[in-house]
């Protein structure tokens, strides 16, 4: 699909592979290396590196604030770090993972003492770390799913409910925050492009021939693919740069309804997989893993 959004079509004549296949591949080959690796070793392992890698991911999150870059050049955000011309890093995708191990390790060692408040308040500034500098770059999407992860974790690890339905409750008043602070005249903790963003998403048939140029056109995609899609290497290029994370309206366009109902239902089938093997673990620590992992894709 990366392929096809990118233009690239196989001819028997010239066979030409597009440069973002050969990175997506590679990453590919990449993945199936530490799957290979991570399943000769006890995942008991994982408590042994789970505070040097968050500390890792902090001193990333710090760099990336003083030498990271934005998608394009000129951007005022600062989200990735490049290691050269061609491979950047982006510290916040490592800060999810490191949150994860770090609360299962924690939640795993603490046992059941989940219902101490200092012990959750510390556990709570320890999580507001990761949180403050991701929001710092800015990334707000991040952020929210931070928090998201956050919860899931303490969920797993049997904190009493009240004590989650406060987190649930600070997420609610901050998101009735960032929408209020959007729709206002005067906003106080958004930068402008976040607040462009967020009306955009509500209002996008204002923001039809800008910010949500993008949206508005995927979703064309979307619709104009029907039940079974144009077929592959048929898109339309209605959609501006679809090799990003708009690579759906492609899916859409070019397999159809069914294609995209099979792509959702893998993502679903992965994600309950996941949690149905958290259930079955015997310790805290392979549940909380297990619920982090799929709550940070499902929610994301």
């Given at each position: 699909?990366?392929?096809?959004?990118?233009?690239?079509?196989?001819?028997?004549?010239?066979?030409?592979?597009?440069?973002?296949?050969?990175?997506?591949?590679?990453?590919?080959?990449?993945?199936?290396?530490?799957?290979?690796?991570?399943?000769?070793?006890?995942?008991?392992?994982?408590?042994?590196?789970?505070?040097?890698?968050?500390?890792?991911?902090?001193?990333?999150?710090?760099?990336?604030?003083?030498?990271?870059?934005?998608?394009?050049?000129?951007?005022?955000?600062?989200?990735?770090?490049?290691?050269?011309?061609?491979?950047?890093?982006?510290?916040?995708?490592?800060?999810?993972?490191?949150?994860?191990?770090?609360?299962?390790?924690?939640?795993?060692?603490?046992?059941?003492?989940?219902?101490?408040?200092?012990?959750?308040?510390?556990?709570?500034?320890?999580?507001?770390?990761?949180?403050?500098?991701?929001?710092?770059?800015?990334?707000?999407?991040?952020?929210?799913?931070?928090?998201?992860?956050?919860?899931?974790?303490?969920?797993?690890?049997?904190?009493?409910?009240?004590?989650?339905?406060?987190?649930?409750?600070?997420?609610?008043?901050?998101?009735?925050?960032?929408?209020?602070?959007?729709?206002?005249?005067?906003?106080?903790?958004?930068?402008?492009?976040?607040?462009?963003?967020?009306?955009?998403?509500?209002?996008?048939?204002?923001?039809?021939?800008?910010?949500?140029?993008?949206?508005?056109?995927?979703?064309?995609?979307?619709?104009?693919?029907?039940?079974?899609?144009?077929?592959?290497?048929?898109?339309?290029?209605?959609?501006?740069?679809?090799?990003?994370?708009?690579?759906?309206?492609?899916?859409?366009?070019?397999?159809?309804?069914?294609?995209?109902?099979?792509?959702?239902?893998?993502?679903?089938?992965?994600?309950?997989?996941?949690?149905?093997?958290?259930?079955r673990c015997q310790d805290t620590f392979g549940k909380i893993i297990c619920s982090g992992?799929?709550?940070?894709?499902?929610?994301?």
């Open positions: 699909m990366i392929g096809s959004a990118n233009g690239w079509v196989y001819q028997s004549d010239s066979f030409e592979v597009d440069p973002l296949m050969i990175r997506q591949f590679l990453g590919f080959l990449f993945g199936v290396l530490l799957i290979l690796l991570i399943q000769r070793c006890s995942y008991e392992m994982l408590k042994m590196i789970s505070i040097p890698v968050y500390l890792v991911s902090i001193g990333l999150l710090i760099a990336v604030l003083f030498f990271g870059t934005g998608a394009e050049e000129g951007d005022t955000v600062h989200r990735w770090l490049p290691i050269s011309s061609y491979i950047s890093l982006q510290p916040s995708e490592i800060a999810k993972i490191a949150q994860i191990l770090l609360f299962a390790t924690l939640f795993d060692f603490l046992h059941r003492r989940t219902d101490r408040l200092l012990l959750l308040i510390l556990l709570l500034a320890i999580a507001a770390v990761p949180l403050f500098l991701v929001y710092k770059e800015p990334d707000l999407s991040t952020t929210i799913v931070l928090f998201a992860l956050t919860a899931a974790c303490f969920y797993a690890a049997g904190v009493p409910g009240y004590y989650i339905l406060i987190l649930v409750l600070i997420l609610s008043i901050g998101g009735f925050l960032v929408y209020r602070d959007a729709v206002s005249d005067l906003p106080r903790f958004l930068n402008p492009y976040q607040t462009e963003r967020i009306l955009a998403w509500l209002y996008p048939e204002d923001y039809a021939l800008t910010t949500a140029y993008q949206s508005v056109q995927s979703r064309a995609a979307i619709g104009s693919g029907g039940l079974w899609g144009k077929g592959l290497f048929h898109s339309s290029h209605l959609v501006p740069i679809p090799t990003t994370d708009f690579i759906f309206g492609i899916i859409g366009e070019e397999l159809g309804f069914a294609g995209g109902v099979f792509m959702i239902f893998l993502y679903l089938f992965l994600c309950v997989r996941i949690l149905l093997i958290g259930s992992v799929a709550i940070m894709i499902c929610f994301q």
